[in-house]
């Protein structure tokens, strides 16, 4: 990222700069029409007021970078048919409004509350059809463990971890850690596919699949582990770093006191 | 053993209990003789000679926990569903394997324990034989009469890494699973033969159903047995050569000064396999190791992130991962003749590793081939007073820390927030250049220390106290160290560099030419130990420090 | 001893002592004196030592006793929960170490308290004396005077090839530890079945998947259809056939001519087995369209038909040629065109017979 901002004073850098946002903004486009299409959102129920509060929250801290009417800009894509899950997700975990440009938005306090965040979800979902709000049932935890277990080891352990201890991606991006994150936005990020991830529509895992999921995710996260402090739930590394560092700090320590003279 | 031994004579009639069972013994298989021998034997003592025992003491440890495991593991790649208390595995397709270790972990009672034990005990197995060998390099401890018992050593560590592998992939997990599979694919990387091993040891194509039970007898039977051969050798060895010492005052090479084995080297190296097994108890009850549940049954699909072997595998898997498979436009995968060389594979997983081991196991003929030194040894070097050879143990070192470090990437990325590239591209440039500063970085530390060793023997320790002097002068006062400090900073040897000698011919051979070079890189910078001259003219211009350090100069430090 | 200014080493077999005997060297002053420790002199000491060692003694009576009781006071079996097995592990684990360091404990703070601590020093002996060699030489040279192996060469020769040979029997009933590999690396379960093209599955439920479901940005771990029903064999051909499907923006492809027809609409299929050694690639970063592998970091890019692009692989992924059915459903309409997973030996010479069946 360094290397972009210097390349930024660069005369043409302004040019390139700008044909790259159309690029993203056109290519964005495309994707939204077409998850549109394959999308059978059902739409949530937001008043009127909902939206237009929205609006007014979306142009004085949005529009900036999204534009007005969220047709995005050089700096920001357009949010036609992301869906109020796509905001929710972004705005609710504080990943939106974005701290600084880097390889990926990181997970902060949410700027916004609960209800500033569902009239900007209802202002976005308003703009076009998209990934709607999940509903209540889905995402109780009362699904089940096991074959949400298998389904997120073929699906998301290779980014996330199989402890969901997160994992790193290419050039300083990373797949973030899910302990601590909300049966929502868990949800939301599997239907609309946040920044690098994949999009896991419901043709893919079904609705009832992301509640085993989202099931099995709660089941690891509220137990504790059989065997006693987990290390950060890194593997072998953080195992081989504790044995060197502790258990042969330890051992060293005993063997200095055992070949000591006593006074 | 409290009692003294006697010859056994069926009319002798011993006095004390001790006496009494000594006898028993001996008038049965002749103990006495061995008791005498042992009984008072002398082992120095110092905190570095321990590690050799931890690493016996793991040894133990592991055939009696590895012996409870294998009561209820059953190493059969049969598939079931899981049926044990582990709610979100419940009903899962897995291997018998899989499901045994599980039932271990959830459904006996102290399995768990037991099973955290092992795998702790291994860890801290291959670690300490890894520093016990660190302390025997960087101490000259390999030096003759013991380059054979350094051999066997060497062996060990390999076996201990073969008993660690072999070991690690009997749970079927995910985890292990993956690790497999990229042994697999090395062992396929292998020109001409490559695919056949793979399907022999697979029993068939990867994953098959036969490997984990091979790996079992491997593990259980085979490694082990190697394992306890070479510590009977490693040990007799050890009894044969008596134990080498620290230089220091009283201390040389025809004596060996400590503690009789009985009763306080006995009591104190007894006590310590108690204190070793505690240790390894307290980590295994209070930190998880190796949690199988969380990994899932392997299943060739999925895989998690942070798939890496266990720390002593790591420089192998480090290796693979800093070597490009292809650079600009150059594939380091070639096509012979028809036949397909990836070196992109072949290269990281052969040649590091096998340059650590030959470095490792001729290293004492190495370097008394430079050094020409074929005496016996029986006082160690203070690294500091063997500079480059301490330099070049770092270099291996750092070489071999940059590999392991390269194994743990990801992790390095995420958890310092940095880019996985740039970290691997930094660890590229490490692997070449890091070993050459650790070098230089090192023998310049050792050198100064050297001299630093030098100042307090002949001025003595800095008290820290300034005095000012009538005439206006401060100076720091310096408290002269006793003669039995003195003599562990002066007792060394510092030989210079040996010139090219002509052979029984009368010729200077290459082969010598070549070996008066390496001499000369071996001990050109040396500080030679303080003499009892220089003592006299340090004390004759006390509180001049300027000029003794001028005239000792040409003296101390050639270069 | 150290001074090697004439250039003659002098020295070999014999010991180094360092030092000794030299002109301007330090003497030896010998060990320090003995320094008595509290306990030595001061009886109280010695009985507080005492009672110390006692208490460390009763400690690990109580470690013991906290084991039993944890052992046998918690039940597992029928459906405990992971804090009972944690609560055990835990009190076993504390049990253990505190019987067993205070044993150790114990007994080496009564070996550096009160047993005695005077260094003694023993002399070292030869390992080996003169008398000892010579006569060991000469029981060999008698030994092998004996035999008459030197007088003898024919039996010599014959032994010598006997033993040669003698391990080959060891070596050939390894033979059958696995079979031959033939062509087994070159095909996968892709290959039509009867004419009939195998449909793409999700993993693990083996639901065919249609080529409406996958929407831009979406990633499906595929297996074959019919995988999941096989007898035997089963992860053996999931090893090998196991794909990733993605959908791009069409314009973002560039198939090389020859390749034109094995996308659908954007829709790829690549094998998930990484070319480096085997590690399945299934990190898909979906507005970079990379692919990285968790095991070895190897990139590969999509839109170049996974060339690698950063990383120890050497090779792209193979691609697996993908069409629709009168159904809708996504089907492979050939098996991969090349081997997949980590390169070998025969790896090239089965490629080419692929592409010539």
New interface residues.
């Given amino acids: 990222m360094k290397a972009l901002s210097q390349k930024r004073r660069h005369p043409l850098a302004a040019v390139a700069l700008l044909l790259l946002g159309l690029l993203v903004t056109g290519g964005l486009y495309a994707v939204a029409t077409n998850v549109n299409q394959a999308q059978a959102s059902t739409t949530n129920n937001f008043t009127a007021s909902d939206t237009a509060e929205g609006e007014k929250l979306f142009a004085a801290n949005c529009a900036t970078c999204h534009g007005m009417g969220a047709s995005g800009t050089d700096a920001g894509p357009s949010l036609v048919g992301v869906g109020a899950a796509a905001v929710d997700f972004q705005v609710g975990t504080g990943r939106m409004p974005m701290q600084m440009n880097g390889p990926q938005a990181y997970k902060k306090p949410a700027q916004f509350n609960d209800e500033q965040t569902n009239q900007l979800s209802a202002y976005v979902a308003s703009l076009g059809a998209g990934p709607a709000l999940p509903e209540e049932s889905l995402l109780d935890g009362g699904g089940d463990a096991a074959k949400g277990g298998e389904l997120f080891r073929v699906n998301c352990a290779m980014c996330h971890n199989a402890a969901a201890a997160g994992g790193a991606l290419t050039r300083g991006k990373f797949a973030p850690a899910l302990d601590g994150v909300s049966s929502k936005h868990i949800y939301e990020a599997m239907v609309t596919g946040p920044q690098n991830m994949p999009v896991f529509n419901d043709a893919n895992i079904s609705p009832d699949d992301k509640r085993d999921i989202i099931t099995f995710l709660k089941q690891i996260e509220t137990t504790s582990s059989p065997g006693g402090a987990e290390l950060g739930a890194l593997g072998p590394v953080a195992e081989g770093l504790f044995i060197w560092v502790a258990g042969l700090g330890v051992i060293i320590g005993f063997t200095i006191w055992l070949t000591s003279r006593t006074s | 053993m409290s009692a003294a031994t006697t010859t056994a004579e069926p009319a002798f009639v011993a006095k004390t209990k001790g006496g009494q069972i000594t006898n028993f013994v001996d008038e049965r298989v002749g103990g006495s003789g061995i008791l005498r021998e042992f009984g008072r034997k002398v082992f120095p003592d110092h905190w570095s000679f321990m590690f050799g025992e931890v690493a016996l003491y793991s040894f133990v440890i592991l055939l009696m926990s590895g012996t409870f495991l294998t009561f209820f593991y059953d190493p059969s790649m049969a598939e079931t569903h899981y049926t044990g208390s582990y709610i979100p595995l419940q009903n899962v397709e897995m291997s018998v394997a899989y499901s045994s270790s599980l039932n271990i972990s959830f459904d006996i009672r102290g399995g768990l324990f037991m099973r955290q034990v092992h795998h702790w005990a291994a860890l801290l197995f291959v670690a300490s034989v890894a520093v016990h060998m660190l302390r025997v390099f960087f101490t000259g401890a390999f030096r003759k009469p013991r380059e054979m018992n350094w051999v066997v050593g060497s062996t060990l560590l390999i076996l201990a890494m073969a008993a660690g592998f072999t070991g690690y992939s009997l749970p079927d997990d995910l985890l292990s699973g993956n690790g497999l599979r990229i042994i697999d694919g090395v062992i396929k990387s292998i020109p001409v033969v490559g695919t056949f091993i793979s399907f022999f040891l697979f029993g068939g194509e990867f994953p098959g159903t036969a490997v984990i039970g091979r790996l079992y007898v491997l593990h259980i039977l085979l490694v082990p047995a190697l394992i306890l051969l070479m510590i009977v050798a490693h040990l007799f060895m050890v009894v044969v050569h008596k134990h080498t010492q620290y230089p220091g005052p009283g201390r040389n090479d025809g004596n060996v000064v400590g503690y009789p084995l009985g009763p306080v080297y006995a009591a104190k190296a007894g006590g310590f396999f108690f204190i070793v097994f505690g240790v390894i108890a307290l980590i295994a009850g209070l930190f998880t190791i190796n949690p199988i549940w969380n990994y899932g049954p392997y299943d060739p699909s999925p895989v998690s992130a942070g798939t890496q072997p266990d720390w002593y595998i790591g420089f192998v898997d480090g290796a693979l991962r800093l070597m490009p498979g292809v650079i600009g436009d150059f594939h380091f995968e070639f096509v012979i003749f028809g036949f397909v060389l990836s070196l992109n594979v072949l290269l990281p997983a052969l040649i590091p590793a096998g340059i650590l081991f030959s470095v490792m196991f001729t290293y004492p003929w190495i370097e008394q081939w430079i050094t020409k030194d074929k005496r016996e040894h029986h006082v160690l070097d203070r690294p500091r007073n063997a500079p480059t050879r301490t330099a070049i143990g770092m270099a291996g070192f750092v070489w071999y820390c940059v590999m392991w470090a390269a194994a743990a990437s990801d992790l390095i990325a995420t958890h310092f927030h940095v880019s996985l590239n740039d970290v691997l591209y930094w660890l590229r440039a490490l692997f070449f250049i890091g070993p050459i500063i650790a070098f230089i970085v090192t023998k310049r530390i050792a050198l100064a220390l050297q001299r630093k060793d030098r100042e307090i023997a002949l001025h003595g320790r800095e008290t820290g106290r300034i005095v000012r002097l009538p005439h206006g002068e401060f100076i720091e006062v310096h408290a002269p160290v006793d003669e039995y400090k003195r003599y562990k900073l002066v007792g060394f040897e510092s030989p210079e560099p040996l010139p090219a000698q002509p052979n029984e011919n009368g010729v200077v051979d290459g082969s010598e030419k070549r070996r008066a070079l390496l001499s000369k890189w071996f001990f050109e910078d040396r500080v030679a130990p303080a003499t009892p001259s220089e003592l006299e003219a340090a004390h004759g211009h006390h509180g001049d420090h300027e000029a003794i350090d001028s005239s000792a100069d040409n003296k101390s430090i050639s270069r | 001893?150290?001074n090697?200014?004439d250039?003659?080493?002098d020295?070999?077999?014999?010991?180094?002592?360092?030092?000794?005997g030299e002109v301007?060297?330090?003497q030896?002053?010998?060990?320090?004196p003995h320094?008595l420790?509290?306990?030595d002199t001061d009886p109280k000491a010695a009985k507080r030592a005492e009672r110390q060692v006692a208490a460390l003694f009763g400690i690990s009576v109580v470690g013991t006793v906290v084991f039993i009781i944890s052992?046998f006071a918690?039940?597992?079996?029928?459906?405990?929960?992971?804090?009972t097995?944690?609560l055990?592990?835990?009190?076993?684990?504390?049990g253990?170490?505190?019987?067993?360091?205070?044993?150790?404990?114990?007994?080496?703070h009564?070996?550096?308290?009160l047993?005695?601590?005077h260094?003694?020093?023993?002399?070292?002996h030869e390992?080996r004396t003169e008398e000892d060699r010579v006569a060991a030489m000469a029981i060999v040279d008698e030994i092998v005077e004996e035999t008459g192996i030197k007088r003898r060469p024919l039996i010599r020769n014959t032994l010598l090839g006997a033993v040669a040979l003698a391990p080959l029997p060891a070596l050939a009933i390894?033979g059958d530890?696995?079979?031959?590999?033939d062509n087994?690396?070159a095909h996968t379960m892709w290959a039509p079945e009867d004419g009939k093209l195998k449909r793409l599955s999700?993993?693990?439920d083996g639901t065919p998947?249609?080529a409406?479901?996958?929407?831009?940005?979406?990633?499906?771990?595929v297996?074959p259809e019919g995988l999941n029903e096989l007898e035997e064999?089963k992860?053996?051909e999931?090893?090998?056939a196991?794909v990733l499907l993605?959908r791009l923006?069409p314009a973002s492809l560039n198939p090389s001519p020859g390749r034109e027809d094995w996308a659908y609409n954007g829709i790829v299929a690549y094998s998930?087995?990484?070319t480096?050694?085997?590690?399945?690639v299934?990190?898909?970063?979906?507005?970079?369209h990379?692919l990285?592998c968790?095991?070895?970091?190897?990139?590969f890019d999509l839109t170049r038909e996974c060339k690698?692009i950063?990383?120890?692989?050497?090779?792209p992924l193979p691609q697996l040629p993908i069409a629709v059915d009168d159904e809708g459903y996504l089907v492979a309409t050939s098996d991969f065109k090349e081997p997949v997973?980590?390169?070998?030996?025969?790896?090239?010479?089965h490629e080419?017979s692929n592409n010539n069946s």
Wanted: hydrophobic content about 35%; some cysteine.
């Fill in positions: 001893m150290g090697h200014s250039g003659s080493p020295t070999s077999g014999t010991v180094a002592r360092a030092g000794q301007d060297k330090f030896d002053p010998g060990l320090p320094r420790r509290l306990a052992y918690i039940d597992l079996g029928g459906d405990t929960s992971n804090a097995v944690r055990q592990n835990t009190l076993l684990g504390l253990t170490a505190f019987a067993m360091l205070g044993i150790g404990i114990g007994i080496v009564w070996a550096r308290a047993m005695p601590d260094e003694v020093s023993e002399l070292r390992i390894f530890l696995g079979p031959r590999p087994a690396l999700r993993d693990p998947i249609k409406s479901d996958v929407t831009i940005g979406s990633a499906f771990h297996i064999g992860l053996n999931k090893a090998k196991v993605m923006d998930k087995i990484c480096h050694v085997g590690c399945p299934a990190l898909y970063e979906q507005q970079t990379h990285l968790p095991c070895h970091q190897s990139t690698v950063f990383g120890p692989a050497s090779r997973g980590p390169s070998y030996w025969e790896r090239d010479m080419r």
